[in-house]
């Protein structure tokens, strides 16, 4: 919320297409933040034993978006979810896993909005266990923190530019 605010201060005239976040950044207060006039549009993941309110009764949201294998289920109207009014939408994964999107708008493109974070997930891997190893630094100090960041961006940037713009030596006699 606090870098949310800072954005908004930096940049007053920003639009925010939409923000995404994963099973880890969700609960009441954090709903009830992006709600808020003006709303921020959100695409968050929710675990698939979350309990969701159809307007009758409190169901796991697993139970109440019943899925087709690989078919996008939206859930029809409104759901409570976390003590909020938000829409939800579904997709059984190819690992038979429910992906659960909660979303403030109608939730047409929620599921592929929230896809195309797994970018990120990818550099975060990256960053943190698959080569650079920045868990293991134990960093406490924000600036040193966010140093080391700019220069493990640009350097995974360097790299990607290498492996990307490189092209097969051809060996002429």
């Known amino acids: ?19 995404c976040g994963d099973r880890e950044f969700i609960g009441q207060e954090w709903l009830t933040y992006l709600l808020l006039t003006p709303t921020i549009p959100f695409r968050l993941r929710i675990k698939s034993n979350h309990q ?26 409104k759901a409570l979810g976390l ?6 939408s579904a997709l059984r994964l ?13 939730p047409r493109d929620a599921i592929t909005d929230y896809a195309r974070r797994w970018g990120i997930e990818t550099l975060f891997g990256i960053f943190k266990t698959r080569g650079f ?21 640009l350097a995974l940037c360097w790299a990607v530019k290498q492996v990307n713009g490189c092209q097969p030596a051809v060996l002429s006699r």
Not at 1 to 19: H, K, Q, S, T, W
Not at 94 to 106: F, M, P, Q, R, Y
Request: aromatic residues 8%.
């Open 83 to 88: 003590g909020r009014s938000v829409y939800v």
């Open 133 to 153: 190893c920045l868990e293991s630094t134990h960093f406490q100090d924000s600036q040193r923190l966010s140093r080391l960041l700019a220069l493990m961006s």
């Open 94 to 106: 190819e690992d038979g896993e429910l992906l659960i999107v909660i979303s403030a708008t109608k």
């Open 52 to 77: 969701i309110h159809d307007g009758r009764r409190k169901l796991k949201a697993s139970v109440i978006l019943p899925i087709c294998k690989r078919s996008v289920r939206n859930f029809v109207g």
């Open 1 to 19: 919320m606090d870098l949310l605010d800072r954005f908004e201060e930096i940049f007053p005239d920003a639009e925010i297409a939409y923000l």
